[in-house]
């Protein structure tokens, strides 16, 4: 083959593969300025470690999906979890994905249709009595991880009025050693990182009780360009991801 047909035929290859890559994403769209994804620097999903040593969060890879689609630059930074609040708040951030919270309602919009949930479980030996409720932990011996609030009940777990006995460990595979040990009556752990953990050290007889469902939003400041607009183009591009696929993936 001639030099010039090979040349021909390489950039036609290389243009197939840049139209190929191009076909999921979009050109940033010049309206609209870089924004910043806030989000917990603890995750709720898996006990995975990403490349930058912290903690994957399955939630980066979805933001990555939405605003690519949308032509919207963006960077993702994590932060501990009140301080994701104060940042939207003040507009130090102006998106996140979080379970929706009145106390955001004045500063943010927030998406109609939850983009994924997990649930909030409490787990226990056989024998133990199931749990209900909140209520039910009062006076109980209770192992909770370090750094999660909970969605609140760590407050009620350390009201002394309410008797209950925190034990705080550091990771979930030491939670449900704990657990195991007896140091504990209940457990508290998210649905991800507690199968992860159980699928690698099972223990037997072991049962849970599903404390609450976290469902995640959306959520975009309202001092962001055409902010309704967007939102509603987000949440149209959201409803076409196959988002399971996405946050099942191996973000390493």
């Not at 919270?101 to 500063?107: A, K, N, Q």
């Not at 909140?134 to 009025?161: C, E, H």
């Not at 040990?181 to 508290?188: E, H, I, N, S, T």
Request: neutral net charge.
């Amino acid at each position: 083959m001639a030099a010039h047909t090979l040349c021909r035929a390489a950039v036609l290859a290389a243009t197939v593969i840049a139209l190929a890559a191009g076909t999921t994403a979009r050109a940033a769209d010049p309206r609209f300025p870089e924004l910043e994804y806030a989000y917990p620097d603890q995750s709720v999903w898996t006990t995975r470690i990403d490349q930058r040593g912290e903690p994957d969060n399955p939630l980066l890879r979805l933001a990555a999906a939405l605003f690519d689609k949308a032509g919207i630059p963006w960077h993702g930074r994590s932060y501990p979890a009140a301080r994701v609040f104060t940042n939207l708040r003040d507009g130090t951030a102006q998106f996140s994905m979080l379970v929706a919270s009145p106390g955001l309602e004045e500063c943010c919009l927030i998406g109609r249709a939850p983009v994924a949930s997990t649930e909030l479980r409490v787990y226990r030996a056989a024998a133990t009595p199931p749990i209900r409720d909140a209520a039910g932990l009062a006076g109980k011996r209770v192992v909770t991880i370090r750094g999660y609030s909970y969605g609140g009940l760590l407050d009620f777990l350390s009201d002394a009025r309410n008797g209950a006995v925190n034990n705080a460990t550091v990771g979930h595979q030491a939670a449900f050693a704990m657990l195991d040990a007896g140091r504990g009556d209940y457990l508290l752990d998210y649905t991800g990182p507690a199968v992860e953990v159980l699928t690698g050290h099972p223990i037997g007889g072991l049962r849970f009780d599903v404390l609450s469902r976290l469902d995640v939003h959306l959520v975009l400041s309202r001092s962001y360009p055409e902010a309704a607009a967007v939102m509603a183009r987000l949440e149209a591009i959201a409803a076409t991801l196959d988002t399971g696929a996405i946050l099942a993936a191996d973000g390493k």
